[in-house]
């Protein structure tokens, strides 16, 4: 399986996922413990996360699969949402909320 299939099967077989550095429990840089705050205020349970510093193919490609040069990124219903400002200013709007429903 190609990079590009493995990460559309993610991106389209989890409600919610974040590419990421680090984990949810311990991010590895603040944009990502940002973006994982973030969704815990809006109530995500069942997020799937990729921690890119684990897998350098991955982390090159999701930049080109979005088209998005920066982690992290988030996929809700298997569409690019955007990165971590992104995420706050939707979050900030109600807006984020409103698509994880």
């Known amino acids: 399986m190609s990079v590009k299939?493995?990460?559309?099967?993610?991106?389209?077989?989890?409600?919610?996922?974040?590419?990421?550095?680090?984990s949810p429990d311990f991010?590895?840089?603040?944009?990502?413990?940002?973006?994982?705050?973030?969704?815990?205020a809006c109530g995500v349970?069942?997020?799937?996360?990729v921690?890119?510093?684990?897998?350098?193919?991955?982390r090159q490609g999701i930049n080109g699969y979005a088209n998005w040069p920066t982690i992290p990124q988030l996929y809700i219903k298997g569409e690019f949402v955007g990165g971590s400002d992104i995420m706050s200013e939707l979050?900030?709007?109600g807006e984020l909320k409103q698509m994880l429903v």
């Open 5 to 22: 299939e493995t990460i559309e099967q993610q991106v389209k077989g989890h409600p919610v996922v974040l590419y990421m550095k680090g």
């Open 45 to 49: 349970t069942d997020l799937f996360s």
């Open 91 to 93: 979050y900030q709007s």
């Open 27 to 40: 991010p590895q840089c603040g944009f990502s413990a940002n973006a994982v705050k973030i969704l815990r």
């Open 51 to 58: 921690d890119v510093l684990q897998n350098p193919d991955i």
